[in-house]
């Protein structure tokens, strides 16, 4: 799998906008990002995904760089309860996906 | 989407002692998969779980010491066998949902397992 670089933790305050980077310098040209999310006590949770195009949902947004290298999601309002650890991936294709390799992720702190 | 249900939610087990851990679905699904969470660690893959066949295991994890069973679209189980306090983890399933590059991965609550 490609390898992606992300901060260990980032601090935010509630109803403020949250960026949290990730570096992907080795990504393919077939490869998706994926993000997602562990809230405390639960299983991961799917965020968004996204190939080549700046993506939007319910959830969050992600801005991905015109290289392809680096992406970012952005929490456009954090809320106490985006608090968990973040993790940006790149899943292996064809009858590999699913395989996720979960690096160590990022620790969003949110502050009332 | 699915629902995945986790049996037990946690338990404290003795040493030696094995385990077995259900991991149900709402849903028929072809890719089934096993993950542990070791305390304030990230997720690693122990194996696929693979309906009708044996499962796919990752480097490191063995069939003797995690048997795995599917025996449909729906149903899987880990067993964590003569556990020592080193299997003290977060044991979770997770089965991939939609197509085959851009679908989501869903997780159970997980089983949290001490060994004693």
């Known amino acids: 799998d490609a390898k992606t670089t992300q901060p260990n933790s980032m601090e935010s305050n509630e109803e403020e906008p949250v960026h949290l980077p990730c570096n992907h310098s080795?990504?393919?040209?077939?490869?998706?990002i994926h993000w997602y999310r562990q809230l405390p006590s639960q299983g991961p949770e799917y965020v968004i995904h996204?190939?080549?195009s700046n993506v939007n949902n319910r959830m969050a947004s992600l801005a991905i760089a015109e290289d392809r290298k680096s992406s970012t999601l952005i929490l456009h309002r954090a809320t106490l309860r985006d608090a968990a650890v973040y993790y940006c991936?790149?899943?292996?294709?064809?009858?590999?996906?699913?395989?996720?390799?979960f690096g160590q992720g990022t620790i969003l702190t949110v502050h009332p | 989407s699915a629902v995945i249900s986790q049996k037990p939610s946690r338990d404290i087990c003795q040493r030696g002692t094995s385990l077995t851990i259900q991991c149900q679905v709402d849903?028929?699904?072809?890719?089934m998969f096993w993950y542990r969470q070791q305390p304030g660690q990230s997720l690693t893959l122990i194996a696929t779980?693979?309906?009708?066949?044996?499962?796919?295991?990752e480097s490191g994890f063995v069939i003797d010491k995690f048997p795995i069973s599917r025996p449909n679209l729906t149903f899987s189980t880990l067993t964590v066998s003569n556990m020592s306090p080193e299997d003290s983890s977060i044991y979770l399933c997770?089965?991939?949902?939609?197509?085959?590059?851009?679908?989501?991965?869903?997780f159970g609550e997980g089983s949290r397992l001490t060994v004693l």
């Open positions: 080795t990504i393919s040209g077939t490869d998706y």
């Open positions: 997770s089965v991939r949902w939609g197509q085959l590059n851009t679908g989501e991965l869903f």
């Open positions: 779980a693979n309906q009708g066949s044996e499962a796919t295991y």
């Open positions: 849903s028929q699904v072809t890719m």
């Open positions: 996204g190939l080549t």
């Open positions: 991936i790149l899943p292996p294709s064809g009858t590999s996906y699913g395989k996720l390799t």
